[in-house]
């Protein structure tokens, strides 16, 4: 009889746990999607916080410009020299614009433009929020009258939405620069002449394409960081959780996304 009663206890613990785990994570998908749905119910309600959305702006756009600028043009210069060897091979090295627009402005730009705001921006947003949740801030604020969830989590996610598609635009300038510079050293082409290289094999759905993706890296990046410092707990220990979980789980969607929108830019390519 012990020995039935100490086989089948472990059963019996093992069956709540699935379960269990599988009822968490389905109330946290809902908890998801009840808070990107609130986003969208109070975006667009007045009032609006036109001062504040400036200023979110600023500190997502201009202030990662300095980092934007240099990782874009190491890029650019890193994937022109690394990419010339291989055409040389072939007699292609003409090929060598063409082949940095493709892969920049498709690619490269606004992917690396959303990892480097997700590290930046995405941990900032997490903690911000995060430490006004554990300080009891958010619960002054509501009980204030004001709009927390719109002050906080609106402002900032339409920031980034706003912001890293026009990063991108300008990381893919400078990466160009960069690859232009590798360009002119090695085989000595013109300024005027790698630009209209650059830009011959490029298609407007190239660049609609690339806005796109921007803006839902964007997007994703600042609901994911407003939503995992909103809903941060255990003090300090938790706006740190919320911090990386933050970062880790934004760069995860962002290579998700960028394998659908591929594939959907292929459909129409």
């Known amino acids: 009889m012990d020995t039935q009663n100490s086989t089948s206890s472990p059963d019996t613990k093992e069956g709540p746990t699935f379960f269990g785990r599988i009822s968490d994570f389905f109330v946290s998908v809902y908890d998801v999607y009840s808070f990107i749905l609130r986003f969208f119910k109070e975006a667009f309600i007045p009032p609006y916080e036109f001062r504040e959305l400036v200023k979110q702006c600023w500190e997502v756009g201009v202030r990662s410009l300095m980092l934007i600028t240099v990782t874009g043009f190491i890029v650019g210069l890193i994937f022109t020299k690394q990419s010339r060897p291989s055409l040389v091979q072939f007699g292609?090295?003409?090929?060598?614009p063409s082949l940095v627009s493709i892969a920049i402005m498709r690619a490269l730009a606004p992917?690396?433009?959303?990892?480097?705001?997700?590290?930046?921006?995405?941990?900032?947003?997490?903690?911000?929020?995060g430490s006004m949740r554990v300080t009891e801030q958010i619960d002054a604020m509501e009980v204030s009258g004001t709009h927390p969830f719109k002050y906080l989590v609106c402002i900032r996610t339409l920031a980034t939405t706003i912001s890293i598609p026009i990063l991108s635009i300008y990381a893919g300038f400078v990466a160009l620069l960069g690859g232009y510079l590798n360009v002119a050293v090695n085989e000595g082409t013109s300024f005027a002449t790698y630009m209209?290289?650059?830009?011959?094999?490029?298609?407007?759905?190239?660049?609609?394409?690339?806005?796109?993706?921007?803006?839902?890296?964007g997007f994703t990046i600042g609901i994911v960081g407003s939503y995992q410092g909103w809903?941060?707990?255990s003090g300090t220990a938790g706006?740190?959780?919320?911090?990386?979980?933050?970062?880790?789980?934004?760069m995860f969607l962002v290579f998700i996304e960028e394998v659908i929108i591929v594939q959907i830019t292929g459909w129409f390519r």
């Not at 292609?92 to 060598?96: E, F, K, L, P």
């Not at 209209?196 to 796109?212: G, H």
């Open 92 to 96: 292609a090295t003409s090929w060598i």
């Open 111 to 129: 992917l690396v433009t959303a990892l480097i705001s997700a590290g930046r921006v995405g941990s900032s947003i997490g903690a911000e929020i």
């Open 196 to 217: 209209q290289q650059v830009f011959q094999p490029l298609s407007y759905i190239d660049f609609e394409a690339s806005i796109i993706k921007s803006t839902v890296f």
């Open 231 to 233: 809903n941060s707990s």
């Open 239 to 250: 706006v740190g959780k919320a911090a990386n979980s933050a970062v880790v789980i934004a």
